[in-house]
């Protein structure tokens, strides 16, 4: 079964409006869950991380996340989008090592 | 602080070449990683070394070795490079106590 899976390949919010980035994962016990964020040729960023703990993490660049036990989910949220935010972002599971989700393409409209 | 590199950022070789795909970390951590990319695969771990004289097989480990030279080096080498290696390749570190990874750049190889 796959650890973490992104729903929605492709997200488009106008600049200004919330946005969310959906994550579902699936391993046993106490995950540790990862955001990162691509931009155009370039390596991955560590965008937040939940190990334990508020389950509203804050992370860099105005975004957060939020871990749902009961749902298995751990969606990125940011309350008002800005065109810089377009980019690929990954949700990331360790289950044995890390494991990423398939990547979801955020853009944001001027 | 460079972070994390690679080397070279562009390859092409032909079906049967080889080559080595260099990586360095100045961020003193002990774990790190080879990924590829593929459009629509997210990454999938190739192989990692959780310390220095340690390697491990990961997801998608053939057709690829590595060596961890010292805490700093990593490296991956493909022996005899394949269409399907087509990809972009990255290395990353990794924090011991919260696994957050850092990335290089990457190495965008094509394989003729």
């Known amino acids: 079964a796959q650890s973490v899976a992104q729903p929605e390949d492709q997200v488009n919010v106008a600049e200004g409006n919330p946005l969310t980035v959906k994550c579902t994962y699936s391993?046993?016990?106490?995950?540790?869950l990862f955001w990162y964020v691509q931009y155009p040729n370039r390596g991955l960023q560590f965008l937040l991380k939940y190990i334990t703990g508020d389950n509203l993490v804050k992370g860099s660049y105005g975004f957060e996340a939020e871990f749902n036990k009961s749902q298995t989910s751990f969606h990125l949220k940011k309350p008002s989008a800005l065109v810089s935010d377009s980019a690929l972002y990954f949700c990331?599971?360790?289950?044995?090592?890390?494991?990423f989700g398939a990547g979801t393409r955020l853009t944001v409209k001027p | 602080n460079a972070g994390v590199t690679q080397t070279p950022k562009f390859q092409v070789l032909k079906t049967g070449q080889s080559m080595t795909l260099q990586c360095a970390q100045d961020m003193n951590h002990n774990s790190m990683y080879w990924y590829r990319q593929d459009p629509g695969m997210g990454l999938r771990l190739i192989y990692y070394s959780a310390s220095e004289g340690t390697t491990d097989k990961g997801e998608v480990p053939n057709g690829y070795n590595v060596s961890r030279l010292n805490k700093r080096e990593f490296s991956l080498r493909l022996e005899s490079a394949a269409p399907s290696q087509t990809s972009v390749y990255f290395c990353a570190c990794q924090t011991s106590d919260s696994y957050e990874q850092y990335f290089g750049p990457g190495t965008r190889l094509t394989v003729t």
């Open positions: 990331a599971v360790r289950d044995g090592w890390t494991r």
């Open positions: 391993v046993s016990g106490n995950p540790y």
